[in-house]
C-alpha cells in the first residue's frame, strides 16, 4: 500500500496551489475594494440595471452573510451577495455582482453547460453521502477476504468521485462564461468605464483560477482512488 500513501503526498502540492490561488483573489478583492466607481452605482442597483436591460424580472438581489460567498441559487432565482459585495460602489464589488448577475442571465436564456452543472450537482448531493460509507464498506469487506465485493464497492466510489470531477470539469467553462458576460454588460450599461473594467476583470480572472486549481485537486484525488482500486486488485 505505499504507493497509496506516496500518493496521497502527491496531492499536497494540488491543495497548496488552491490556497495560494485563493490568496490571490483575496487580494485582487481587497486591492480594487478600495477604488470606488466613477459613476457610484452600487451593487444592487448594479444588478437591477443589468436585469432589466436583459429583460429579466423575475430575479430579486439579496444580502448573504460571509466574505464572497456570492451565488447565484436558481432554485430560488436570487443573486446573493455577501456582506463585503452588497451595496458598494467598489470596482471588485461590482465585478462579483456582475459576475452572479451572469449566472442568472444564463440561467434565464437555458445555457446548456449550466443546466448540466445543475443536474449533476443534484445527482452528486446525494451520491457524496454514500461515498465514505462505500469506501468503509469496500475497506472491511476486503479485510474479511470478500475481495470481489471489496473491488465492486471500491469501483461505486469511483464511479461517484468520478461525477464530482465531472462538476468541476463543467464549471470552469460556465464561470468564464459568467465572467465575460460580467465584464461586457459593466460597459454596455454605463456602469465602469473601459479604465474601470480593467479591475474587475483581473478579480474575476483571479477567481477563475479556483475553479483551475479545483479541477487539478479532483485529478489527484480520483488517481487516488484508481490507484487504492488498482492496488486492491493486486492485493
Known sequence: MELYYILGILILPGIIYASIVQGRVNNAFNTYKSLKSVNGITTAEACKRILQSAGISDVKITSTKGHLTDHYNPKT????????????TSISALGVAAHEVGHAIQHAQGYKPLKLRNA???????????FWIVIIASFFLSIFSYFYFGIVFLGVAFIIYLLSFLISIVTYPVEKDASK?????????????????????????AAAQTYLAGIIVSVLYLLRVVFAFLLLRRD
Open 120 to 130: 449533476l450537482i443534484v445527482v452528486n448531493n446525494f451520491c457524496s453521502n454514500l
Open 181 to 205: 458576460r460580467a465584464l461586457d454588460l459593466l460597459v454596455k450599461n454605463n456602469i465602469l468605464d473601459s479604465t474601470e473594467v480593467k479591475g474587475a476583470e483581473v478579480v474575476l480572472k
Open 77 to 88: 432565482k436570487t443573486v446573493n451577495l455577501s456582506e463585503s459585495v452588497y451595496n458598494s
